[in-house]
């Protein structure tokens, strides 16, 4: 059973202005292998080598190949009840931003509104030369990597690493981080920058800080309250104290 101090109680009632940030951990739930975990996706596939520009000019097949393979993946896969609490938590806050480091769309499939797709989304293309969106169906079967009409290749419309963030998605991010009172990490290691400074941002601008995440991460210290469990278990408790 799951408790809510009064204290966090309080504070979750109280606040106006809200913002989450979500990590691979979120859906690890819905069975999407996170990144760092044992069965996680880059101790199979080496991630940090596969998304990255040189791996897809060395061995672009490769790199589209493992999109694939995530595609399908994600294709099976359902949001969990984590996704669902925070579709709740939304409508209880008239001030409520969601940042996501994912490309999974699982929010968005939950029924979230207001999210920041800080790294991309997996079901979007774009060109590799021209950066023009690839817009024509992809067969998941097969693994043929499509060109653009202007003969470049086609990649995932994701940030890979080395690659700026959308500089749209990531000032909202700030500004939300910014003037939040409240703001939860939950599901991420906290290691990837620039996300992993957004909860920090929000606690030296006065936020109340809550984590949670299945173990502690690099910024557990900095926060008002950490949980570590299951964000399937925990979120829902802290939506349903909420609403009493
Ligand atoms: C940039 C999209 C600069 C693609 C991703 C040295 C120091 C600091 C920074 C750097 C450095 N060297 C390089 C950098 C920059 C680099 C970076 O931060 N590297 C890290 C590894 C050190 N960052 C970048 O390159 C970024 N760009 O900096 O550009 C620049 C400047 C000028 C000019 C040009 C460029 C771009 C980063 C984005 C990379 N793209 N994803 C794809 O997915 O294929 S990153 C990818 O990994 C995810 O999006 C996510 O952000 C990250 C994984 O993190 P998490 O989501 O946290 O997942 P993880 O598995 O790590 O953790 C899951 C957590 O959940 C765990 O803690 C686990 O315990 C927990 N958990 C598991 N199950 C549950 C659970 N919790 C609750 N409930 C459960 N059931
Ligand atoms: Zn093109």
């Not at 080598?49 to 099976?76: C, G, I, K």
């Not at 991420?188 to 936020?207: Q, R």
Request: charged content about 25%; hydrophobic content about 40%.
């Amino acid at each position: 059973m799951i408790e809510i101090s009064p204290e966090l109680q309080k504070v979750l009632k109280s606040a106006r202005k809200v913002a989450v940030l979500t990590g691979a951990g979120i859906s690890a739930e819905s069975g999407v292998p996170t990144f760092r975990g044992e069965e996680g996706l880059w101790s199979k596939f080496r991630a940090e080598e596969l998304a990255t520009v040189d791996a897809f000019m060395r061995n672009p097949e490769l790199v589209w190949e493992w999109y694939m393979h995530r595609r399908q993946l994600m294709s099976t896969v359902k949001p969990n009840p984590a996704h669902a609490a925070l579709v709740e938590m939304e409508k209880l806050y008239d001030d409520f931003t969601l940042i996501t480091q994912n490309i999974d769309g699982l929010h968005r499939q939950a029924g979230s509104k207001n999210i920041l797709e800080l790294h991309g989304n997996i079901s979007l293309n774009k060109c590799f030369a021209c950066g023009r969106p690839f817009t024509e169906d992809i067969d998941l079967e097969s693994n043929q990597l499509p060109a653009c009409e202007c003969g470049g290749k086609i990649r995932p419309d994701v940030v890979w690493f080395g690659e700026l963030l959308p500089p749209d998605a990531l000032n909202r991010a700030f500004d939300a981080s910014a003037r939040a009172e409240l703001f939860l990490s939950v599901g991420t290691s906290a290691v990837v920058h620039p996300a992993a400074s957004i909860p920090l941002t929000a606690k030296s601008n006065g936020a109340f800080l809550v984590e949670v995440n299945l173990e502690p991460t690099p910024i557990t210290e900095f926060t008002d309250w950490a949980f570590h469990g299951k964000a399937g278990e925990i979120m829902p408790a802290i939506v349903e104290s909420l609403k009493k």
